[in-house]
């Protein structure tokens, strides 16, 4: 971890030298001769971090597709005089800002990977180090991939650098050419790159089980909409899902953390627990180096914490609240609701506030999600006990001076609990809920607190149908807030289904009436993405405006 960062300054540096804002062209504008890097070791780690840092910059991973993945039946925007992410709230367009820079900081990344493989010499390194090499930029190029996919379906495919602006006229490719180039792109990295067990693997970066575990969601991917193909090089796609997710499973190099809650709280401290996480986007609080790399995970969607009189405190800004689904599928004995929803803020306006831990409940505008928490009271249990402390909070983030706006919080991409419930769901979708698929579930199950789902719901293990239910609401309550959820149902055909059962969530909710009735706005900026949603245009993204004009092959979609 550490050599990346310390390549992170120069990396950017890379990243600006070639990468354009205008198109996705651009010639090196200083003295480096990319014709004569990647000729050794630190050339090639500059211009991985380099890779790594786009993806975590805060148009992709560091901000924009997470806060794009809210407005499903998981979470909703904030507040109601605030626009700032249209796509959760389906008010975008092609000329939407965060659509563009999700788009081309995706292309160039892609364009960065594709650089890289056509200039790196073969010679210059052994041929297992080149392979791995290669294996690396093939993972990125096949996750931007998978991102590009999921977000906007059809999209150009392009696998070479791009020379000069004739480069950016490229029809879109169908989503069966896409999926085939990520499938042999992710075939290659899980073949070459090391496992975290190797002792020449630097945590942070892709390893082999990463690759089959991404391997597996893009085989669930081509298993649903919008292809929802039965059959790829004659197999089906769920069986091909299910044995990636059963080469990380018998590999030994994974399992679950035995707490959740300590598991979030490595992400939270730059911890890296590589049992669980398989592969996941680093952040540090990197501000001695000179070069930002924080991200916002835990502000815009963190536990709410308004402090107006002091500095260097935990700051949330929060811009997306938690749906009261969740607690209305959570068993009560679920450890995971009081980690991901604990209920609770700290407020302090003025320094007479004696009491600033105060207790929150579900619709309310402090009612907040606290996956990522930057702190807990002193007395997580306890709230009253916590005000009687000097202060009331723990700082749990890992750094003495807390920015207000980022955080160097860790985001996982592919966690072992993921791959578990990927498991059961291709194994269910083939053979029904089999002995091996209700084992891999109850895993997940037990580490959160609860009995076998045969004990606890007899009913969702004596059918398919049943027992996919189960899967769709356990996918919700382990991996909440984390960017899934919109992929799933998308993936599932579910997405309009459940943004009625948010709808139906909030209007029915107890405190919805009494919201109304005292003049709150509030009740009325949560159903912006219910009132706004159309099936018919919302299952996948516009093209941005500005790749329309530059790229003669690439038209909008219709009803955009």
């Known amino acids: 971890m550490k050599n990346i960062l310390k390549l992170s300054l120069i990396a950017s540096l890379f990243l600006i030298f070639n990468c354009s804002d205008e198109y996705l062209d651009l010639q090196p504008e200083t003295d480096w001769n990319i014709e004569n890097f990647y000729k050794n070791e630190t050339e090639v780690n500059i211009a991985l971090s380099g890779m790594y840092s786009m ?121 069966e050419v896409i999926y085939d180039q990520i499938i042999s792109d992710l075939d290659h990295a899980s073949e070459s790159l090391p496992l975290v067990s190797d002792a020449n693997y630097e945590v942070g970066r892709a390893n082999a089980m990463a690759a089959h575990g991404l391997l597996a969601k893009i085989y669930l991917k081509m298993a649903g909409f919008p292809l929802n193909a039965s059959d790829y090089k004659g197999e089906n796609p769920y069986d091909k899902a299910a044995a990636h997710c059963k080469v990380i499973m018998d590999s030994g190099e994974h399992a679950l953390n035995p707490s959740y809650r300590d598991h979030f709280l490595n992400y939270i401290q730059n911890t890296f627990d590589t ?36 500095i260097n ?52 505008w402090n009612y907040t999600i606290g996956k990522f928490r930057r702190w807990e009271p002193v007395y997580p249990d306890d709230i009253a006990a916590s005000n009687n402390e000097d202060p009331a909070y723990v700082l749990l983030e890992d750094t003495n001076n807390p920015n207000r706006q980022t955080t160097g919080i860790n985001l996982p991409v592919i966690r072992y609990s993921d791959v578990l419930l990927m498991y059961a769901e291709a194994i269910n979708a083939t053979q029904g809920p089999t002995s091996e698929a209700v084992a891999a579930l109850d895993l997940v199950r037990n580490r959160a607190g609860l009995n076998n789902i045969a004990t606890a719901n007899p009913d969702a293990v004596t059918s398919q149908s049943n027992f996919f239910e189960e899967i769709i609401d356990e996918r919700f309550r382990e991996l909440c807030f984390e960017g899934h959820r ?35 706005k509030a009740p009325a900026g949560y159903l912006r993405c219910v009132n706004n949603f159309n099936p018919a245009i919302h299952l996948s993204l516009p093209y941005p405006v500005q790749e329309v004009q530059i790229n003669n092959k690439l038209n909008q979609k219709e009803g955009w």
């Open 313 to 364: 405190q935990p700051i949330a800004r929060y811009e997306v609240l938690p749906s009261p689904i969740l607690e209305s599928i959570s068993e009560p004995e679920d450890l995971r609701p009081s980690w991901n929803i604990p209920g609770y803020f700290y407020g302090r306006g003025n320094a007479n506030v004696t009491s600033p831990v105060k207790a929150s409940y579900s619709l309310a």
């Open 486 to 520: 919109k992929a799933d149902l998308i993936r599932w055909g579910l997405l309009p289904q459940k943004i009625e059962e948010l709808e139906l969530s909030i209007i029915y909710h107890p405190s919805y009436q009494t919201m109304i009735d005292n003049g709150s």
């Open 275 to 310: 049992q669980e996480a398989i592969f996941e986007i680093m952040f540090h609080d990197n501000t001695d180096l000179g070069v930002v790399t924080q991200g916002s995970i835990g502000t815009k969607n963190g536990l709410a914490f308004n402090n107006y009189i002091e």
């Open 55 to 175: 993806l975590a910059s805060n148009n992709l991973l560091g901000d924009n597709l997470i806060m794009m993945d809210s407005g499903t039946d998981e979470s909703y925007a904030a507040r109601a005089w605030i626009e700032d992410s249209p796509v959760n709230l389906y008010s975008h367009n092609g000329s939407t800002r965060d659509i563009e820079l999700a788009y081309r900081s995706l292309y160039n990344l892609i364009n960065l990977t594709n650089l890289f493989m056509e200039k790196l010499d073969p010679s210059t390194f052994e041929n297992t180090v080149y392979e791995s090499y290669v294996g690396e930029a093939k993972f990125l190029r096949g996750l931007s991939y998978y991102y590009l996919t999921i977000w906007w379906n059809e999209v150009p495919l392009r696998t070479t650098p791009v020379e000069d602006q004739n480069s950016n006229h490229v029809a879109p490719s169908s989503v």
